[in-house]
């Protein structure tokens, strides 16, 4: 089947303006997570999306960056007044649920702010 | 808190010879672990997981980590490596209790020469 998709793969964008990236996780998957991954560094947490309840926002770096899923399914990372430093690959994963199940990942989107 | 360390960045092997990345944890309760694999420019991709019951989990590829509880490690291993399996492997921890996100580590990069 269809796994997680993302886009867009690549973004470029001036220091200051606004991003959006999308993701599509995999057909009944309940949760929902967005990582963030600088160049040769590992996955840092986002935020997490389970079912109707109140995601799990402790992982974003600053109140530019927000998320939402819109009827469980598909979800929208937010970048407002983008700086430099949020120059990363952004992943997203979704899974079966919490607990026990693993998270299948999308390709990315690799955002680049000049 | 739970928190996973990798304590190599880089591990070397020769094609044919057996394969080790290491990867301790800790958490209050109980652990879900994982092991994913990063092929370059590609998402992540699952691997393997601990859940319970036998110690030794075996997974895609080849892979196989042993649970050991008293050393809270669990250790990414292979009999006999290929040069395909070089790329960016990620060990993640979640306790079992709870609803926390799941937690990577930094990452091993594992470099096979043939």
């Known amino acids: 089947g269809a796994g997680v998709s993302q886009s867009p793969s690549n973004k470029v964008t001036e220091k200051g303006k606004d991003v959006e990236l999308r993701c599509d996780p995999i057909?009944?998957?309940?949760?929902l997570y967005w990582y963030r991954q600088s160049l040769g560094q590992g996955l840092e947490f986002l935020i997490y999306f389970q079912g109707n309840s109140a995601p799990d926002k402790s992982g974003l770096p600053s109140d530019r960056f927000s998320a939402e899923r819109t009827g469980g399914s598909v979800s929208t990372l937010t970048i407002q007044r983008t700086q430099q430093e949020d120059s990363a690959v952004y992943l997203c994963?979704?899974?079966?649920?919490?607990?026990?199940?693993?998270?299948?990942f999308g390709p990315g989107t690799r955002l680049t702010v000049t | 808190a739970q928190s996973v360390a990798q304590p190599e960045d880089q591990v070397n092997v020769a094609e044919g010879n057996p394969l080790t990345v290491k990867c301790t944890y800790s958490?209050?309760?109980?652990?879900?672990l994982f092991w994913y694999v990063q092929y370059p420019n590609r998402g992540l991709q699952f691997l393997l997981k601990?859940?319970?019951?036998?110690?030794l989990v075996k997974g895609s590829y080849g892979f196989e980590a042993e649970f050991n509880k008293s050393q809270t490690s669990f250790h990414l291993k292979k009999p006999s490596a290929l040069v395909s399996d070089s790329a960016l492997y990620f060990c993640?921890?979640?306790?079992?209790?709870?609803?926390?996100?799941?937690?990577f580590g930094k990452g091993t990069r594992l470099s096979v020469i043939a």
């Open positions: 994963a979704s899974s079966l649920g919490q607990g026990p199940y693993e998270q299948y």
């Open positions: 958490v209050s309760g109980n652990p879900y």
């Open positions: 601990y859940i319970t019951g036998d110690n």
């Open positions: 057909s009944g998957h309940t949760a």
């Open positions: 993640a921890v979640r306790d079992a209790a709870g609803n926390t996100p799941l937690v």
